[in-house]
Nanobody, 127 residues
């Protein structure tokens, strides 16, 4: 069974940091770009970041640029999202998603093209 499993979420104070992991089971991530998305209660799902299959290219939403960093370790079949300088407005369920590598684009933060989705991990930023 093809699965993506997020982990690393939790409760953190404003200004704190967390590292989220996205681990693949049943398939290899080598040929997939990975996107990170988040959804807060009552709000639409929004793109956070993405990383190309090789890890050579990344994109970030303006709201997280300079604070979040995505990386990958294909040998471990895992992608990471480092969240720093967290704000209350970062509170959401965070999802990772996999898109089969497209030679015409490194990755995208648009939801539609992604083939596989994880179950999400809750990040709560509160004092």
């Amino acid at each position: 069974q093809l699965q993506l499993v997020e982990s690393g979420g939790g409760l953190v104070q404003p200004g704190g940091s967390l590292r989220l992991s996205c681990a693949a089971s049943g398939f290899t991530l080598d040929y997939y770009a990975i996107g990170w998305f988040r959804q807060a209660p009552g709000k639409e799902r929004e793109g956070v970041s993405c990383i190309s299959s090789s890890g050579g290219s990344t994109k970030y939403a303006d709201s997280v640029k300079g604070r979040f960093t995505t990386s990958r370790d294909n040998a471990k079949n895992t992608v990471y999202l480092q969240l720093s300088s967290l704000k209350p407005e970062d509170t959401a369920v965070y999802y990772c998603a996999a898109e089969l590598s497209n030679p015409l684009r490194p990755c995208t933060v648009v939801t539609a093209p992604y083939d596989y989705w994880g179950q999400g991990t809750q990040v709560t930023v509160s004092s």
